[in-house]
């Protein structure tokens, strides 16, 4: 059967007319390229091939209101429209899979179960800039994924979807399956950059902007797994038809990955703009919290995103509503913890991750995530001092907006917001040298 | 020669797609590291000269790439996620309970050679955990009856 047994709402999707990415990822077969093409697959690259120009697939993919599923949320369409019409060099497209923020499992079902779909994304993209030779950057880890994409691209090659003159069109597309070697930060987009080059993946100073001067030095887009699979679907129904789904702004629909203490963890596809509430509790998503307990926080887009208390969940999973609640949708991977959970003991794992993830070319972030580290692995142990709390909150004031690429904010601002929310929580594991919730969970 | 025909045959079918030969230390750093289980100075040594880029330049980016085991380990290699989705749902006992289990510490070497048990971060497997990674392969939505028959099985394939 499937390489990973996790849940998702494929049934849903294939009843509704406005969800689409996850229609077919509960048929083992959709794999394979003619059950794509049977499905309707192919069809969009055909047409952008044979009938539109690369302004005009820009154009749509700018009024369909796409925006970036890899974390920002940036424009897609706009993104693609900064590639220089007028350069000599070559551009590259490169598709971000490194999947590596905490909680986010959904690109991977994607790359599983519908390769093909990110493979069409990611040559209308290609047509769309100019692009004769993509990428797909896969984390190393998902050495599964690789080989899913290898064998997808063999048959898109064997079908004439990638090569010479495709479908007759005059243009050439070349794939590269490129996998890491574990590092987080390769995510991002300049050090993904970097990393393919054969260097070291550290981020790089912008601007240069990668769109102007990427892989190679030469006009480079990256996009998200998600974010490219997208686009087919844009291309068949039509930008008005994308636009109308999700909310004003926030256009479309999203995979959410719901994870921790939820009965039902899975991965999700529904509108823009559905509520989180109804997220976790309905019994179609996750169902309700583990062992009925209560709710006590929410990590709503990745772990590098600001926590939410249940008092706060009852807001929109868009852009627009997250920022306004404090938050950001992020990856749209939503962590759940039940009142067992001691804050401290979440930061401790979180500030291990991002110690462990910098690429240590800035001080603030290099030196910062260490103390950082220390001091929080102390104060859950129980030898905390008076004052480290403020300690805390100095030394994340420090790195705040003082890297070189948002790693480093990422790791400070959930701590912050749980230095907000649950101080006094923070402050009793100072006082009292333990947590005020006992935190033991059994594997059975 | 550590790296065997077809591993030198993969890295040079690389060397065919890339735009630029230094872009293929990364791939050929994955094909040693399939191969072998680990990478060192001497692979090093034998991609420079199959890619044609200096020792050292390979060697500095194997370094920055912590999936890429720089000494030799067990025949499985069982990597437990520590990360926060896992951790909710007992990855610390997990943890303990292979401890156990085998006899070893994170970070060690059962003695016939068998098993070598360290933690990871977040391997992208977090609406199906807690989890491990046993070489290349995920294996999800752990329980101690799964973690018993998993480890039984490589023991009796090994
Ligand atoms: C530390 C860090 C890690 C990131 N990891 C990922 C990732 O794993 N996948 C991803 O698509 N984007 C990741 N991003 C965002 C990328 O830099 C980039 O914005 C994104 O790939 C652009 O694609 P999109 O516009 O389609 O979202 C990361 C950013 C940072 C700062
Ligand atoms: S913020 Fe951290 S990860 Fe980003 S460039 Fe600076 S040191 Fe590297
Ligand atoms: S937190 Fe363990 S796989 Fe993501």
Same mark, same amino acid.
């Given at each position: 059967m499937f390489y990973s047994p996790v849940r998702t709402n494929a049934a849903e999707v294939a009843q509704s007319n406005r969800l689409h990415l996850f229609r077919y990822v509960e048929d083992p077969e959709q794999v394979k390229v003619e059950k794509f093409e049977e499905h309707g697959g192919y069809v969009a690259w055909k047409k952008v091939l044979a009938e539109m120009e690369p302004s005009q697939v820009i154009e749509e993919v700018k009024n369909s209101g796409l925006r970036g599923r890899g974390g920002a949320g940036f424009p897609t369409g706009l993104k693609w429209s900064f590639v220089p019409k007028d350069s000599p060099k070559p551009r590259y497209l490169c598709c971000n899979a490194d999947e590596s923020e905490p909680g986010t499992c959904k690109d991977r079902v994607l790359m599983e179960r519908d390769p093909h779909a990110i493979i069409e994304g990611m040559a209308i993209a290609s047509y769309a800039i100019g692009c004769h030779q993509m990428f797909i950057y896969i984390r190393g880890e998902f050495a599964h994924c690789a080989d899913c994409m290898e064998k997808a691209m063999k048959e898109a090659y064997e079908h004439g979807?990638? =090569?010479?003159?495709i479908h007759g069109s005059g243009f050439d597309l070349d794939m590269i399956v490129h996998t890491g070697?574990?590092?987080?930060?390769? =995510?991002?987009e300049t050090s993904l950059l970097n990393s393919i080059e054969g260097e070291r993946g550290m981020s790089r100073i912008r601007p240069p902007f990668p769109a102007i001067e990427g892989l190679y030095s030469c006009p480079t887009i990256v996009n998200n797994v998600e974010s490219l699979a997208s686009v087919p679907h844009i291309i068949n129904h039509g930008a008005g038809w994308y636009k109308s789904l999700g909310t004003e702004k926030s256009c479309g629909s999203k995979i959410f990955s719901l994870s921790g203490h939820v009965k039902q963890p899975g991965n999700y596809e529904v509108e823009l703009g559905f509520s989180l509430k109804k997220l976790i509790y309905d019994k179609d998503y996750g169902g309700g919290i583990l062992g009925d307990k209560k709710l006590k926080g929410v990590i709503p887009g990745g772990s590098s995103t600001p926590f939410l208390t249940p008092d706060m969940i009852d807001i929109k999973l868009d852009y627009e509503s997250l920022v306004e609640g404090g938050s950001m949708l992020g990856s749209g991977a939503v962590i759940v913890f039940h009142e067992d959970t001691c804050i401290v003991w979440v930061i401790k794992r979180l500030i291990r991750f991002y110690r462990h993830e910098s690429c240590g070319k800035c001080t603030p972030c290099r030196e910062g995530t260490a103390w950082l580290e220390e001091l929080i692995n102390r104060i859950e142990a129980g030898r905390g001092k008076p004052g480290d709390v403020e300690k805390v909150e100095e030394i994340c004031g420090n790195i705040l907006g003082h890297t070189v690429c948002p790693l480093g904010d990422a790791a400070v601002m959930p701590i912050l917001s749980t230095l907000k929310l649950w101080r006094d929580e923070w402050q009793y594991h100072i006082d009292?040298?333990?947590?005020?919730v006992k935190t033991d969970f059994e594997f059975k | 020669m550590i790296l065997t025909e077809e591993s030198v045959r993969k890295i040079k079918e690389k060397l065919q797609q890339y735009p630029q030969p230094k872009s293929v230390i990364l791939p050929a750093l994955t094909v040693a590291y399939r191969q072998v289980g680990y990478v060192d100075a001497d692979i090093y040594r034998e991609i420079s000269h199959i890619i044609n880029i200096p020792t050292v330049e390979v060697a500095e980016a194997a370094t920055f790439y912590t999936m890429f085991a720089k000494k030799p380990r067990g025949k499985y290699l069982i990597q437990v996620c520590h990360n926060i989705s896992c951790a909710l749902l007992g990855a610390d006992s997990l943890i303990g309970y292979i401890e156990e289990k085998l006899g070893i510490k994170i970070g060690e070497t059962t003695e016939d050679n068998l098993f070598t048990l360290v933690t990871v971060e977040c391997l992208g497997s977090c609406a199906t955990a807690p989890m491990m990674q046993i070489n290349q392969d995920y294996y999800e939505k752990l329980t101690k009856e799964k973690v018993d028959q998993i480890l039984e099985d490589l023991r009796s394939k090994a």
């Open positions: 979807h990638l =090569g010479k003159n070697g574990g590092a987080y930060i390769c =995510g991002e009292h040298g333990k947590c005020m | -």
